[in-house]
């Protein structure tokens, strides 16, 4: 089992920046797949990033390819999404998934875990 907590959302101009962090505990981090996802309000939810267990593989959706960054830090048991040069449509609540996977994820139904998600809004 592996519990996850998302944090670091919140209110942002246009063009600002924010990082959300995503705390997990109870498995070996590592072994884990990890992935950001997010869903505005009426839309499923869709693929941002995901990164490999060791950290040396990454995938990008391609509308944030070149604006957010993943990356993970096993001895601290946390993933991060760094988004920069943030848009209005990056407006939505976003959760960070885990699978028990040696490279990267980047589909919604094949995680096995996910945390409660934490609200992004983006004023034009």
């Known amino acids: 089992q592996v519990q996850l907590v998302e944090s670091g959302g919140g209110l942002v101009q246009a063009g600002g920046s924010l990082r959300l962090s995503c705390a997990a505990s109870?498995?070996?981090?590592?072994?884990?797949?990890m992935g950001w996802f997010r869903q505005a309000p009426g839309k499923e939810r869709e693929f941002v990033a995901a990164?490999?267990?060791?950290?040396?593989?990454?995938d990008y959706a391609d509308s944030v390819k070149g604006r957010f960054a993943i990356s993970r830090d096993n001895a601290k048991n946390t993933m991060y999404l760094q988004m920069n040069s943030l848009k209005p449509e990056d407006t939505a609540v976003y959760y960070c998934?885990?699978?028990?996977?040696?490279?990267?994820?980047?589909?919604?139904?094949?995680?096995?875990?996910w945390g409660q998600g934490t609200q992004v809004t983006v004023s034009s």
């Open positions: 998934g885990a699978r028990s996977y040696r490279n990267t994820v980047t589909i919604v139904r094949n995680y096995d875990y």
């Open positions: 990164i490999s267990g060791s950290g040396d593989l990454a």
């Open positions: 109870g498995r070996t981090f590592s072994y884990y797949a």
